[in-house]
């Protein structure tokens, strides 16, 4: 696959410093140069920068970077995007657009695939099998901030979620692993299930971002320490996606953005053994789990995005 991994993003929202603070508890590590106060960056374990954080009137996604390996990959990627008649911006290292639907510039570049040290797999004691014997469950022995390994994927409102999946499947050359019919698509650029959700709404929008943890135990370590900070940062979780199959727990930053931590999620090593599925009803949500909350559905300050969806 051509494309190999979501490399960074920018969020632009109203209080910067608030933000950045939020992600750090989150597990983020702050950039040591930090010496511009208007933009705060933030790196994962294995990722390195991914998020940077800029101020904008409005909560929103600014940008979206997209990784691929060598100048060949640029080259049939900007020839789709003007195949389209996208107006596109080209440098050696990367070729940028919009999406019509989300207005999220997006921006293919030259970067390093991600290299994660692995995680050992938990030992679980099940009927008839027991694989921990006289020890206790790693996890309650864990020490330490819950530091996220890296940026999973991006969820996006779009006014247009027709026009921006062909954006970005006949654009850029993300291929859908599921849909919800009219509704939304789940699109990947690795072999992680999805890396870019975008889904119909009335304004464009950030709906949430998903950071990858090592396992469900570090989702429910990280998410217990963000909660003992401030109760109100919970959205919805622990639960089980059904599209993707991963854990998650949904947290909420200052601006109103939703922020997941996940683990193990669906992974496409071979598309010829991958069905695209069609989900309807609660199925497209969960599997298990809490139901989700109304404001997880239509977040609360969505008429305020709506007023100001066009401000900058």
Not at 239 to 267: M, T, V
Request: proline letters at 7%; hydrophobic letters at 35%.
């Amino acid at each position: 696959m051509p494309l190999h991994r979501l490399t960074r993003i920018t969020m632009g929202v109203p209080d910067v410093i608030a933000t950045a603070a939020y992600y750090i508890d989150f597990g983020l590590l702050p950039a040591v140069d930090q010496r511009n106060r208007n933009v705060f960056n933030l790196s994962t374990v294995d990722g390195g920068e991914q998020l940077s954080i800029t101020r904008s009137t409005r909560r929103r996604l600014v940008d979206l970077g997209v990784g691929v390996d060598d100048p060949d990959d640029l080259a049939r990627v900007t020839s789709s995007l003007q195949g389209l008649g996208l107006e596109i911006t080209r440098t050696p290292s990367s070729v940028e657009a919009v999406d019509p639907g989300t207005r999220v510039r997006v921006r293919v570049e030259i970067a390093a695939r991600i290299e994660s040290e692995p995680t050992p797999a938990p030992h679980y004691n099940t009927p008839g099998v027991i694989t921990r014997k006289n020890e206790r469950a790693s996890s309650v022995q864990r020490q330490g901030k819950v530091r996220p390994r890296k940026l999973g994927h991006v969820v996006l409102g779009s006014t247009n979620q027709e026009a921006s999946q062909h954006f970005f499947t006949e654009g850029i050359g993300f291929k859908v692993s599921d849909t919800v019919d009219g509704v939304a698509a789940f699109m990947r650029c690795s072999t992680d299930h999805h890396n870019i959700l975008v889904q119909s709404a009335p304004t464009e929008l950030l709906h949430h971002t998903s950071w990858q943890v090592d396992d469900v135990d570090e989702i429910g370590r990280g998410a217990t320490a963000m909660l003992e900070t401030d109760p109100d940062r919970h959205v919805w979780g622990l639960g089980r996606h059904a599209i993707g199959s991963n854990f998650f727990w949904y947290l909420k930053d200052p601006a109103g953005n939703f922020s997941e931590y996940y683990s193990d999620i669906d992974c496409i090593v071979d598309d010829a053994l991958w069905k695209p599925g069609v989900w309807e009803g609660a199925r497209a949500l969960y599997d298990w789990g809490p139901p989700p909350p109304p404001s997880f559905l239509a977040p609360e300050d969505l008429a305020a995005l709506m007023t100001g969806a066009h401000s900058e």
